[in-house]
């Protein structure tokens, strides 16, 4: 007599786990059904998932670091891609937006400063002492036709200086004044002002307008070449009337400084007054337009480290905040860090990058 209740199913379906030593990946274990001598029939069915739970651990536990380095590697690249394209493009739109406010600038002060010689121009002697103006202030226009060149010239060659544009070396001769008219500028980044200097050709026009609205033509001496980051002697007073026009060396690098040497051509002439035998140096302010600012590592370093730690906490910070809270939170920090962080590597790569 087999005690049962009377709508209990007959059948006893009995889950079995195959031993370790079966194969992982082998062919599913057949349904067997097994019939006594007066017992109820057992269906023998393998436990759902358990032949597959040992590599699918082994899975998952390969599956969670590979995410992990892929996600780093992607996000270090996209980091990278950003900052490129900050450098070419976004320094570019905000030297645009200063060269206009300069063009304003210069025109206020053409109009409020009329030449000093109606007939003419005339050069400020050497010897005369020109106050500087506050750095980062319009003091010129430069016009080069053959590359196509037309910037407001700023006072100082300081990175924020030379962010707005060329900069005039202070410490040189003043626009408009005699002896050596020193200017730097950019040739990758900021607008790339200076990125076809080495296409001059001698003979070429420079010309330099200053803000009493006097117009100077230098003529090309010579084929551009390039110096150690460190010689300013290109800089010094040769004795002559001319201007020099500095950047970095070559594109994308700062191993050197490319050098155009522009010289005045006298009123009515062609030709371009000789240059005296011994050059006197100037006492140039910031003449290493050129070089590394390595002062500012220390500052990268740590801006890197703070931002790669925000990275290492921001799951479980945005699983703090919640979705929302999270794009109202760290996402202001996010964008505030890759700030700070652009704009630190800007000032420590060199200023006429």
Not at 144 to 162: E, M, R
Not at 222 to 235: I, K, M, Q
């Amino acid at each position: 007599m087999i005690n049962a209740e009377p709508d209990a199913d007959p059948t006893e379906v009995v889950p079995v786990v195959p031993p370790a030593d079966q194969e992982l990946n082998g062919p599913p274990t057949e349904t067997v059904v097994r019939e006594h001598d007066g017992e109820v029939p057992t269906v023998v069915v393998p436990a759902v998932g358990a032949r597959d739970s040992v590599p699918v651990a082994i899975r998952r536990a390969t599956h969670h670091h590979l995410p992990t380095v892929f996600t780093w590697v992607r996000n270090i690249g996209a980091i990278i891609l950003l900052f490129v394209a900050w450098q070419l493009w976004g320094t570019a739109i905000a030297e645009h937006h200063a060269q206009a406010s300069l063009r304003t600038q210069f025109e206020a002060l053409v109009h409020s400063h009329p030449p000093a010689n109606a007939g003419g121009r005339s050069l400020i002697p050497i010897t005369t002492h020109v106050p500087d103006p506050p750095e980062g202030t319009v003091v010129a226009e430069l016009n080069i036709p053959a590359i196509g060149l037309n910037q407001f010239v700023v006072s100082g060659t300081a990175t924020d200086d030379l962010a707005k544009g060329p900069g005039h070396y202070i410490g040189s001769a003043a626009p408009g004044q005699a002896g050596n008219v020193a200017i730097a500028g950019h040739r990758t980044t900021h607008g790339a002002p200076f990125n076809h200097l080495a296409e001059l050709k001698p003979g070429e026009p420079i010309i330099l307008t200053n803000t009493s609205d006097q117009h100077f033509t230098y003529v090309v001496a010579a084929t551009p070449f390039a110096v150690s980051p460190s010689d300013v002697s290109v800089l010094d007073n040769f004795g002559d009337d001319r201007i020099t026009l500095t950047t970095c060396n070559p594109e994308f690098s700062a191993s050197q400084r490319l050098i155009v040497v522009g010289k005045l051509l006298a009123q009515g002439s062609r030709h371009a007054l000789p240059p005296a035998a011994t050059p006197v140096p100037y006492q140039i302010v910031n003449g290493a337009t050129a070089s590394w600012r390595w002062a500012l590592l220390p500052v990268v370093l740590l801006e890197v480290g703070l931002l790669a730690a925000l990275g290492l906490y921001n799951r479980r910070l945005a699983a703090f905040y919640g979705q929302v809270g999270g794009w109202l939170i760290l996402a202001p920090i996010w964008i505030a860090g890759f700030y700070l962080l652009f704009q630190t590597l800007t000032n420590f790569f060199p200023p006429s990058l």
